[in-house]
C-alpha cells in the first residue's frame, strides 16, 4: 500500500494548527493576527507567551509537530535567541513568534500591527480557555485570566 500525499492546509488553517498546538503546550497570549494587507510578506502572524525557555522550545517542536502532521508544510526557517527567551518558525504565508513574557513585552508585535484583524480563536479554533495577561486582554477587547 503506497502512502498518498497530504494536502497542504491553507495559510490560515496552518495558523489555527499553530494556535492549537500552542495551547496543548499551555502557550498565553495567544494572538493570531492577519496581517497580508498591512506587510504584503505573509499572511498570518500567530504571537504566543511561554513561561520559560523550556516551554519556548516545547511550544516550538509541538507546532512544527502540528504543522508537519495536519498541515502539510515545514518552516522554510528556524530562529532562536541566543538567550532563548524567544523563537521563531517561518512558513512563508504563517510566521510564529513564541516569546517570554518580558521579551514579549519588549517588542510588542501584535501592537505594531494593530489594525490588523485578529482571528477569534474561540469561533475558528475551538480554543474557549485561553489565558490572556492584562496587556493583551486590553487589545483585544477581553478580561485578563485570573491571578494564580
Known amino acids: 500500500m503506497t502512502e498518498t500525499k497530504r494536502e497542504q492546509a491553507s495559510p490560515r488553517e ?3 494548527i499553530a494556535a492549537q498546538a500552542a495551547d496543548e503546550k ?6 493570531v493576527q ?3 494587507e498591512l506587510i504584503g510578506v505573509t499572511d498570518y502572524f500567530v504571537i504566543v507567551t511561554a513561561a ?3 516551554q519556548v522550545d516545547a511550544i516550538i517542536d509541538e507546532i512544527e509537530e502540528q504543522m508537519r502532521v ?13 538567550d532563548g527567551s524567544w523563537s521563531l518558525l517561518d512558513y512563508g ?5 513564541v516569546f517570554q513574557p518580558e521579551t514579549r513585552e519588549y517588542y510588542r508585535l501584535e501592537t505594531l500591527w494593530n489594525d490588523a484583524p485578529v482571528m477569534d480563536l ?3 479554533a475551538g480554543l474557549t480557555e485561553l489565558r490572556y495577561s492584562d496587556r493583551i486582554a486590553g487589545l483585544l477587547g477581553r478580561e485578563a485570566a485570573p491571578a494564580e
Open 52 to 54: 520559560n525557555n523550556r
Open 93 to 97: 504565508a504563517v510566521v510564529v513568534h
Open 34 to 36: 492577519e496581517v497580508r
Open 26 to 31: 499551555k502557550a498565553t497570549d495567544i494572538v
Open 122 to 124: 474561540a469561533a475558528e
Open 14 to 16: 496552518c495558523a489555527i
Open 70 to 82: 495536519r498541515g502539510g508544510v515545514k518552516p522554510l526557517h528556524r530562529e532562536e535567541s541566543a
